[in-house]
């Protein structure tokens, strides 16, 4: 299992639960020279853009406490570059989703929780 494999899962993971609280996926892992967002989600008028965060446990912080303020300034240069290039009435949100998995991609009973509008 190599670490972007790792990732995958854990992306994998983030956009079921999307799905299931009403999302639809519009991109995943959107890169340019600002930045990358994992996932571009939607429900309604709301585009939300989503960072992921994998951690075996929460030792040394929280999985949301490693979205930095670089971090999150490189994040929202590259939603409002996204937003440029697709025209619509979105309101922009900024949203964590962290996951816990001790034992990686073996482990069912990894725990995952939506952060809506993380960045406040």
Request: aromatic fraction near 10%.
């Amino acid at each position: 299992m190599t670490k972007t494999d790792l990732g995958n899962w854990g992306e994998e993971k983030a956009a079921g639960l999307l799905r299931r609280k009403g999302y639809s996926i519009v991109e995943r892992n959107f890169r340019c020279r600002q930045g990358e967002i994992d996932i571009i989600a939607r429900r309604r008028n709301i585009i939300a853009f989503v960072e992921v965060k994998l951690r075996k446990n929460a030792d040394y912080g929280a999985a949301r406490e490693f979205v930095t303020y670089a971090k999150r300034s490189r994040i929202i240069r590259t939603a409002q570059l996204w937003m440029s290039m697709h025209e619509g009435e979105y309101q922009p949100r900024f949203d964590v989703i962290e996951i816990y998995a001790p034992d990686g991609m073996n482990n069912r009973n990894f725990t995952i929780e939506h952060i809506e509008d993380a960045f406040q």
